[in-house]
C-alpha cells in the first residue's frame, strides 16, 4: 500500500525522499566515494547535515539528538572505515536503545565479496549490535526498507537500524512511492500491558509496606515521567533510578532516592535490600545496578514493567511481568492502586537519608570535582547535561539537580568514552532552545576532541567542561582501592593544554586552577553564546563515593570519604 | 534437557546467520540445526536442538522471537511429535564383512545405496537412538565418513505449529 502518485527518480533522491517523509530534520555525516550519488542529492534538498570530523561522532550526535528530542537521528558514512568507524556509536545506541538510523554507503553490488577498495562487510559486522540491518540489493526495495528501518528503530523497546547502500543502488532509477504502512510478520511489539497481570500487580502494591521503585531508561524512552511520578506519589513509594533512568523524577523530589548501585546513594541500596516489593519499570537490572545477584532485593516480591519480553526474568526472578509500554502501564496501575500503608517506611528511608547522605570533605585551596558539578548544576539550571565516561560522569550522575527527563544523556550500558561532546553536539542540534553542557574528563575529551571543529564551524555552542585530573579516573581508582596503588598506564598528565586547544578551533578556551575560579569560569562560558571548553584542574586523586566492590552486595557499600 | 524448536523465518538470505549469531554470541548451546523451505515459498523452517535448563530455553526462545525475521518459534514437546535425522554411513566392507553389514541394515530398516569393492554406503532415517544405536553397530566394521542432517520434526494429529 503506497501514498499518492509514483515518481522516476534515482536510489539517491529516493533515499532523499523517504527521509522527508519521516520527518528527518538533520543528518549527521561524513561523505565518501560509495555515497558520493547520495551527497550530490543531499546538495539540493532542504535536510540539515552536520560534517563531523570522524564517523563515530556521526554516530554519537545522532545518539544525543535523539536521546534529547525522543525523535530519530539519522547519520551517514561511506563504505569499509567509514561504516567500521560508526561502529563503537552504534554500538553505544544499542545498549541503550537509542532509534537511530545509519546509513552507508557499499561498494557496487556487482563488487560485493571481491575485497573491493573500502569494503566491509557491515551488514554482518554490525548484526550483533544492530536492532534490524539490510543489506539493499534492488533499488525497488528502498522506500519499504527505510519506512521498515524507521519503524523498526522507534518503536517497541527502540534501537539503531543500519541500512547498507551499495552505490549502483544509489544511481539506478526507480518508480518512486512511498508505504503508508509497514507489514512485518515477526515484529508486533506489545504496547498494552495485560489488564489481569495489571490488577495483580495492583494487589501486590496493596500489601506490601515497604515498596520501592527502580526506574530505568525505559521511563525517559517511553515518555512516561509524568506517570511515574504520580503513580509513585499514588502509592507514596520511594523512587530510585538507574544511571539511565536520571530524569525520570526531579532530583529534589521528596520520594526520589537518586541512583541505585555501584555508585549509587547509600540510601537508595539499604531502601532495596529492605524492600519487600520492587517495581521495577523500564529497567535491566545491569550488574552494576544489582551487585552480587543472588543477594539483591532477597526480602522483596518483583514486579517488572518492560517492553521487551526478554529482559523479564533474565537476571532477577520476577513474580509479576507486566509486558508493554512504561506510559500505558503506569497509567492503567495508577487507577487500579490506593496509597499503600507506607508511612513507618518513608520515616525509615528519611533516617538513611539524613544518616548517610551524599557528601565529599570540602577543602578550600584544591578543586573538588563535586564542587565543579554543584556550580554547573547552579549557574546552568535546567541545562541538558550529556557526559563521557568515568568519574566525572558518576559525580555528574550524583551531584547535579535535573528536573525533567531528556537532560541527562550518558553512556549507560556500553560505557563509551568520547561519547560525550558529539552527542552534546547532536543535542544542542536538536534542542537549540536549551543550554547544553558535556560534562567531561580530560581521558574523555580526547577521544573526540577533533568534533570541536564540527561545534564552531557549524556555530553549535556547546560548553565542556573538563574536569581534569591528570589520570583516567576511575581505573586510577581501582588501581587504587584493589590493585595495591600501581597505577599502571593511567597517568596521562601533561597531555595537552585544553585551553589551547580550544583556542586553536576557534573556540573559547577557559581554565579554573583555584575553586574560587570555577563559577566565574563557567559563567563565561555561558554568557559568551560560543562552542567553550573550560578546563578545571581537580584534586587528581578525588574518588567516586560511595561505592560497591564489584561482586558485592549492593549494601555492602563503602564511604571512601570517611 | 534437551529441547526441539520449531523456528519459523523469512525465506531470505541472512536469516540463518542471525539465528546462529544469536546462539553463538549468547552461549547457548546448539545440538542440531536443520533448515528448509515450507509449504509457503516466503517462509522457511528452522528445526533446532538445544540444551538447557528452564530459564535458559526461555532466554532462547524469547530472544529468537527479538529477530524480525523470526515469525514464530515454538517449543516442541517430545511426546507429541515425530523426530527424525536422516545419516549416511560409508562403512569399510569386503567379501567376508558385506553380509554381516547387511543383515543390520535390514533390521534397522536401513538401505545400502551405494556399494564398491571395499566400502558400503547405508542411509538411515528415524530418531537420535536408532542412528546412535547402528552407528555403534557399524563402528566394528570401520566407519570411514559419517554425516548426519539433524533433526527435523513435526507435531502429531493436525495440530500446526
Known amino acids: 500500500m503506497t501514498t499518492g502518485s509514483t515518481e522516476k527518480v534515482n536510489g539517491a533522491r529516493a533515499l532523499i525522499k523517504c527521509l522527508e517523509m519521516e520527518g528527518v530534520d538533520t543528518l549527521f555525516g561524513y561523505p565518501g566515494g560509495q555515497i558520493i550519488p547520495f551527497y550530490d542529492e543531499l546538495y539540493d534538498s532542504d535536510l540539515r547535515h552536520i560534517l563531523v570530523r570522524h564517523e563515530q561522532a556521526a554516530a554519537h550526535a545522532a545518539d544525543g539528538y535523539a536521546r534529547a528530542t525522543g525523535k530519530t537521528g539519522v547519520c551517514v558514512s561511506t563504505s569499509g572505515p567509514g561504516a567500521t568507524n560508526l561502529v563503537t556509536g552504534i554500538a553505544?545506541?544499542?545498549?541503550?536503545?537509542?532509534?537511530?538510523?545509519?546509513?552507508?554507503?557499499?561498494?557496487?553490488?556487482?563488487?560485493i565479496g571481491n575485497d573491493a577498495f573500502q569494503e566491509a562487510d557491515i551488514k554482518g559486522i554490525t548484526q550483533p549490535i544492530t536492532k534490524h540491518n539490510y543489506l539493499v540489493q534492488d533499488a525497488n526495495e528502498l522506500p519499504r526498507v527505510m519506512k521498515e528501518a524507521f519503524h523498526i528503530a522507534s518503536t517497541g523497546r527502540p534501537g539503531p537500524v543500519l541500512v547498507d547502500l551499495p552505490k549502483d543502488i544509489q544511481i539506478s532509477e526507480i518508480d518512486f512511492s512511498y508505504p503508508d504502512k509497514v507489514e512485518l510478520r515477526g515484529y508486533k511489539p506489545t504496547y498494552k500491558g495485560n489488564l489481569q497481570q495489571v490488577k495483580r500487580a495492583a494487589e501486590e502494591i496493596a500489601k506490601?509496606?515497604?515498596?520501592?521503585?527502580?526506574?530505568?531508561?525505559?521511563?525517559?524512552?517511553?515518555?512516561?515521567?509524568?506517570?511515574?511520578?504520580?503513580?509513585?506519589?499514588?502509592?507514596?513509594?520511594?523512587?530510585?533510578?538507574?544511571?539511565?533512568?536520571?530524569?525520570?523524577?526531579?532530583?529534589?523530589?521528596?520520594?526520589?532516592?537518586?541512583?541505585?548501585?555501584?555508585?549509587?546513594?547509600?540510601y537508595a541500596n539499604y531502601a532495596i535490600q529492605e524492600s519487600d516489593l520492587l517495581i521495577a519499570v523500564g529497567a535491566r537490572f545491569d550488574d552494576r545496578v544489582t551487585g552480587k545477584l543472588e543477594s539483591f532485593a532477597p526480602n522483596a516480591r518483583v514486579i517488572h514493567i518492560d517492553i521487551d519480553p526478554a529482559e523479564i526474568s533474565k537476571n532477577v526472578p520476577v513474580n509479576i511481568p507486566i509486558v508493554g509500554d512504561a506510559k500505558h502501564i503506569l497509567k492503567a496501575l495508577t487507577k487500579y492502586v490506593k496509597c499503600c500503608n507506607s508511612e513507618l517506611w518513608l520515616a525509615k528511608i528519611i533516617e538513611w537519608k539524613t544518616e548517610y547522605p551524599l557528601r565529599y570533605r570540602k577543602e578550600s585551596d584544591v578543586i573538588k570535582p563535586q564542587f565543579v558539578v554543584e556550580q554547573i548544576s547552579e549557574v546552568c539550571k535546567d541545562a541538558i547535561v550529556v557526559t563521557e565516561v568515568g568519574q566525572h560522569q558518576m559525580w555528574a550522575a550524583q551531584y547535579f539537580k535535573f528536573s525533567e527527563p531528556r537532560t541527562f544523556l550518558t553512556s549507560g550500558g556500553l560505557g563509551t568514552m568520547g561519547y560525550g561532546y558529539p552527542a552534546a553536539i547532536g543535542a544542542k542540534v536538536g534542542r537549540p532552545d536549551k543550554l547544553v553542557v558535556d560534562i567531561s574528563g580530560d581521558g574523555s575529551f580526547q577521544m573526540n576532541s577533533q568534533e570541536l571543529a564540527t561545534a564552531v564551524q557549524n556555530d553549535i555552542p556547546v560548553i565542556a567542561v573538563i574536569l581534569n585530573n591528570g589520570y583516567l579516573g576511575m581505573v586510577r581508582q581501582w588501581q587504587e582501592l584493589f590493585f595495591d596503588r600501581r597505577y599502571s598506564c593511567t597517568d596521562i598528565s601533561g597531555s595537552v593544554d585544553f585551553v589551547k586547544l580550544a583556542e586553536a578551533y576557534g573556540a573559547l578556551g577557559l581554565r579554573a586552577e583555584k575553586p574560587s575560579e570555577v563559577r566565574p569560569a563557567i559563567e563565561e562560558a555561558v554568557k559568551s553564546g560560543r562552542p567553550a571548553v573550560v578546563d578545571v584542574i581537580i584534586e587528581c586523586e578525588a574518588n567516586v563515593s560511595p561505592m560497591v566492590p564489584a561482586g558485592a552486595a549492593i549494601n555492602e557499600i563503602l564511604d571512601l570519604e570517611d | 534437557m534437551k529441547h526441539t524448536l520449531a523456528v519459523l523465518v523469512e525465506n531470505r538470505s541472512g536469516v540463518l546467520s542471525r539465528v546462529a549469531g544469536l546462539f553463538s554470541r549468547r552461549g547457548y548451546n546448539i545440538d542440531s540445526l536443520a533448515v528448509g523451505v515450507t509449504e509457503d515459498p516466503d517462509v522457511s523452517r528452522m528445526t533446532i536442538v538445544v540444551h538447557g535448563d528452564d530459564s535458559v530455553l526461555e532466554q532462547v526462545k524469547k530472544q529468537l522471537n527479538k529477530l524480525v525475521e523470526v515469525i514464530k518459534v515454538s517449543d516442541l514437546a517430545s511426546e507429541d511429535t515425530v523426530g527424525r535425522e536422516l545419516a549416511l554411513f560409508k562403512v569399510a566392507a569386503d567379501e567376508n564383512s558385506r553380509a554381516e553389514i547387511m543383515q543390520i541394515t535390514d533390521i534397522f530398516r536401513a538401505r545400502i545405496v551405494d556399494v564398491g569393492p571395499k566400502s558400503v554406503v547405508v542411509e538411515v532415517t528415524g530418531d537420535e537412538d536408532k542412528i546412535l544405536a547402528i552407528e555403534t553397530l557399524l563402528q566394528k566394521f570401520g566407519i570411514k565418513e559419517m554425516v548426519r542432517t539433524g533433526k527435523i520434526a513435526i507435531s502429531r494429529g493436525s495440530k500446526k505449529v
Open chain 1, 92 to 111: 553505544t545506541a544499542y545498549m541503550d536503545s537509542v532509534p537511530m538510523v545509519a546509513l552507508t554507503g557499499q561498494v557496487p553490488s556487482s563488487m
Open chain 1, 208 to 266: 506490601a509496606s515497604r515498596p520501592i521503585i527502580y526506574a530505568g531508561g525505559g521511563v525517559i524512552t517511553s515518555n512516561a515521567a509524568a506517570e511515574l511520578v504520580r503513580f509513585a506519589e499514588t502509592i507514596m513509594a520511594p523512587v530510585t533510578t538507574t544511571l539511565t533512568g536520571i530524569g525520570a523524577i526531579p532530583t529534589e523530589h521528596p520520594l526520589n532516592l537518586g541512583m541505585l548501585g555501584m555508585h549509587g546513594t547509600k
